[in-house]
Nanobody, 115 residues
Framework: QVQLVESGGGLVQAGGSLRLSCAFS????????IGWYRQAPGKQRELVAD???????NYADSVKGRFTISRDNAKNTVDLQMSSLKSEDTAIYSC?????????WGQGTQVTVSL
């Protein structure tokens, strides 16, 4: 079955950078839309960025110009490069794979941005 495993989270100072990676297995990666989502304490989960099977990209307004999503269909991974991090970026970041009516979530990785 399809599985997603996130990595790359951690603690970083404001203004710093982190690179998250979502590793996909158990299916045909190229047909899936992959999204990065985040959920901060006490807040609803929100879309950060996603990339379609054709490579179309969508960003949340709050991360435009700071985050970059990319996919590597040879390695079955989707990365999220995060720069100029702010305290409000602190959250659990999870990736989601969606194809037709099927979707699956990873377990999430914590990103903490300190002042």
């Amino acid at each position: 079955q399809v599985q997603l495993v996130e990595s790359g989270g951690g603690l970083v100072q404001a203004g710093g950078s982190l690179r998250l990676s979502c590793a996909f297995s158990g299916g045909t990666f190229s047909i899936y839309k992959i999204g990065w989502y985040r959920q901060a304490p006490g807040k609803q989960r929100e879309l950060v960025a996603d990339i379609s099977s054709s490579g179309r990209i969508n960003y949340a307004d709050s991360v435009k110009g700071r985050f970059t999503i990319s996919r590597d269909n040879a390695k079955n991974t989707v990365d999220l490069q995060m720069s100029s991090l702010k305290s409000e970026d602190t959250a659990i970041y999870s990736c989601n794979a969606q194809a037709f009516t099927f979707g699956v979530w990873g377990q999430g990785t914590q990103v903490t941005v300190s002042l």
